[in-house]
């Protein structure tokens, strides 16, 4: 059977639900219980960190743009790992090479003489 | 699954390709410079941008200079051992003593003579630039620069 006025009939039930009091006690610890049982059920849903980490990578990997964007950012990282290993063997190489250079010509670089 | 892995890798392998490249390409020059005859007068070379011709040039005086260096050195050596025989001989400072040890300073003085001098000759056979570089450098590296109130401490 359909109400006459739906909104009167809403009004009729909000002003029931304003007037219900429950007046029966709460269990004991209530409180404490249902934070329990929420940690509870926290604790059974955890996922591990690796695996969460490995399917935030996933879905980022699935992106074109981002997969396009990681392997880019790996290549220049590894260019310029290479060029700045380079300087610093060169100028280690040159520093070694200089001091032979002296040691060949001036003998007094030689402790013995 | 598999396309994220494959993604992973390549992007990792891409960087130790670029890496590797890099390095290998970047330092070609040094290793193959390390295995020649003479490694000191190659870095020379490309240290003070010397024409092929420049390069003959100083590694002709080179050899000259390093001979009679040899022969310097082997009288300052023949010199110092004649001053231990002496000195072991005594324990005062003779005549003898004192005349072997102005040859010896005299032998050093000569051979410190002729390698500025060889120095000189090298920095002139440069380009005026390189050449002036090279005399600094070389000096620098050659010269003592201690004061002589420093020696004492």
């Not at chain 2, 890496?19 to 020059?29: D, F, L, P, Q, R």
Request: charged letters at 20%; glycine letters at 4%; hydrophobic letters at 40%.
């Amino acid at each position: 059977m359909k109400p006459e006025n739906p909104m009167q009939s809403d009004e009729g039930l909000r002003q029931v639900l304003h007037q219900w009091k429950v007046d029966a006690p709460l269990p004991p610890r209530f409180q404490d219980q249902v934070w329990r049982r929420i940690e509870r059920t926290e604790a059974e849903v955890q996922i591990p960190a690796w695996v969460l980490l490995w399917q935030r990578l996933s879905a980022a990997l699935a992106r074109p743009t981002l997969a396009v964007s990681y392997v880019t950012i790996l290549l220049l990282t590894g260019l310029l790992a290479g060029y700045l290993q380079v300087r610093v063997t060169r100028a280690q190489a040159d520093e070694n090479m200089g001091a032979r250079y002296v040691q060949l010509v001036d003998p007094f670089q030689n402790p013995h003489r | 699954m598999r396309r994220p892995i494959l993604i992973l890798v390549a992007g990792l392998a891409l960087a130790v390709a670029a890496y590797c490249g890099v390095y290998y390409s970047g330092t070609a020059n040094c290793c193959h410079m390390n295995h020649g005859k003479t490694p000191e007068l190659a870095w020379l070379k490309q240290e003070f941008h010397l024409s092929d011709a420049e390069f003959k040039r100083i590694t002709e005086m080179h050899e000259a200079y390093l001979s009679g260096c040899a022969e310097r050195c082997r009288r300052i050596d023949q010199k110092n051992q004649e001053v231990a025989k002496l000195l072991a001989a005594t324990n005062n400072v003779t005549p003898e003593i004192e005349k072997a040890l102005t040859e010896s300073a005299l032998l050093r003085a000569d051979c410190q003579t002729k390698m500025l001098q060889h120095f000189y000759n090298v920095s002139r056979t440069m380009p005026p630039e390189q050449g002036k570089r090279y005399l600094a450098w070389v000096q620098q590296q050659t010269v003592p620069s201690d004061s002589h109130s420093q020696m004492h401490h």
